[in-house]
């Protein structure tokens, strides 16, 4: 793939239609007026401009198989190119951590409408490369300034902000509330990196080393991709570091042995390993040739794709996991376009109508693992397991958190049932305070 030196930054271009003025101000909501009056015709903006905007660029003009792979390549570019696309902007560790997050947002909703608008075909490359990497960077960043403007319409819907329409221009202005704490979301942001950090850390960075430069000797690029032995990487003695690192990262509170639907904890942290561990060999693969030949080389961001039942069992030789296992995986983790919320981040395996599964390891190799499984729970064949999972997990963390408020000298109430007049709570604990007579509910 073509890496572009000229690619606009990913950032909303400001356009002149008039349906999308879409403004926002800080001037205080009216209390309790937070459903405008103008409902039906923001509905009708909402509906019939802002989520058809996309129709007129032309890689929905592509047949879907083809706008998937130049969407999931440039994306991965994104990530690949240090800084991101412009090299006048130096953001800080934490801006640059946000600026990716938005991009898989951004390429979320561009897979959506792939999956629904582009005609179902194959992904035949044309002779105009070049051009469909810049429609698919142009649709990115079409769909930075549509996430934002529909976070903007989810939280009006839900009632959290107030919003005014302005019938004579067709400018909506969305406002925001005196109450908002910049500085809650900034610390937010601040521990999911945090987070990821901690994930860096534990990673076998040796053991993944030694890995790598196995797969390199025994793998070839040719005319047909990069070709070797799907079963290499669980063969080596390695392989068990990287599976110990996914039990240190995945729900490590739980026992392998807990059933998620059609597949269980062990099983779903040994295909975890095994994914993650071909998506960073080639992820280095293509890190090692840019430090050798620059950036502008032929090899590009590679992205896996194959019919269904080819990649179901690529999928089984590599995990070394039974087929019965490796179809509800990939079913559990595949993105389903039909969903709003639907994240590459969660569902990073992508299925086009005519069958073919399309998957992006750099994309893959940039996720939290322990995020990406929790968030496709709850919309898989292990949403049954979710409940109980989730109550196993809270415990957990309340026996921790009992065990250093009794340690900081507090006496601890545990899930107590409150009584006052007819109404009944259960905190999660009731704390004292003896030496200052205070007593705290939390919850």
């Keep these: 793939m073509r890496r572009l030196s000229r690619v606009p930054r990913l950032k909303p271009q400001r356009r002149r239609d008039e349906a999308l003025k879409v403004e926002r101000t800080t001037r205080p909501a009216v209390a309790g007026l937070f459903l405008c009056q103008h409902i039906q015709q923001i509905r009708e903006i909402e509906r019939d401009v802002l989520d058809r905007y996309h129709l007129k660029f032309p890689l929905l003009r592509l047949s879907e198989d083809l706008a998937i792979v130049r969407l999931l390549k440039n994306a991965s570019a994104v990530f690949r190119q240090k800084p991101p696309i412009d090299s006048t902007w130096h953001p800080s560790r934490l801006g640059l951590h946000h600026f990716y997050a938005n991009t898989t947002r951004a390429l979320s909703h561009c897979l959506r409408w792939v999956g629904s608008d582009c005609v179902p075909g194959p992904a035949i490359q044309s002779i105009n490369s070049e051009n469909e990497d810049d429609e698919a960077f142009s649709l990115l960043a079409w769909s930075f300034k549509y996430h934002k403007i529909a976070t903007y319409h989810v939280a009006w819907s839900n009632s959290l902000i107030n919003a005014t329409i302005d019938e004579a221009i067709r400018a909506i202005t969305f406002e925001t509330m005196v ?12 521990d999911d990196l945090s987070r990821w950090d901690e994930e860096v850390k534990i990673f076998p960075s040796d053991d993944f080393v030694k890995i790598f430069n196995v797969w390199q000797k025994h793998t070839q690029w040719t005319e047909r991709g990069l070709e070797f032995e799907p079963a290499l990487i669980r063969s080596q003695a390695f392989f068990e570091a990287m599976i110990e690192w996914s039990r240190n990262s995945i729900f490590p509170e739980l026992p392998g042995e807990i059933e998620l639907g059609q597949y269980n904890l062990s099983e779903l942290r040994t295909f975890h390993a095994a994914v ?9 693969l293509e890190n090692e040739v840019d430090k050798q030949v620059g950036p502008d080389n032929r090899m590009g961001s590679w992205v896996l794709q194959a019919p269904r039942n080819i990649f179901l069992n690529w999928l089984r030789e590599l995990s070394g996991l039974h087929p019965s296992k490796v179809g509800p995986l990939l079913g559990d983790l595949t993105f389903n376009p039909k969903r709003f919320h639907a994240a590459i981040t969660a569902t990073p395996f992508v299925s086009s109508r005519s069958g073919t599964i399309f998957l992006a390891p750099r994309l893959f190799y940039s996720v939290n693992p322990h995020q990406m499984f929790a968030t496709a729970m709850t919309s898989g064949t292990g949403r ?5 999972i989730s109550q196993m997990l809270e415990q957990f963390h309340l026996d921790r958190i009992e065990v250093a408020l009794r340690a900081a000298g507090l006496s601890v109430w545990r899930e107590p049932c409150l009584r006052l ?4 709570s259960t905190p999660d604990f ?12 939390v919850d």
């Design 179 to 190: 109450a908002f704490d910049a500085q809650v979301l900034h610390q937010q942001m601040a």
């Design 421 to 424: 007049g007819s109404s009944v």
């Design 384 to 388: 049954k397991s979710y409940d109980k």
């Design 276 to 284: 993650h561990s071909i998506c960073e060999c080639i992820v280095t």
């Design 430 to 441: 009731v704390l004292m305070d003896a030496s200052s007579n205070q007593v705290l509910i």
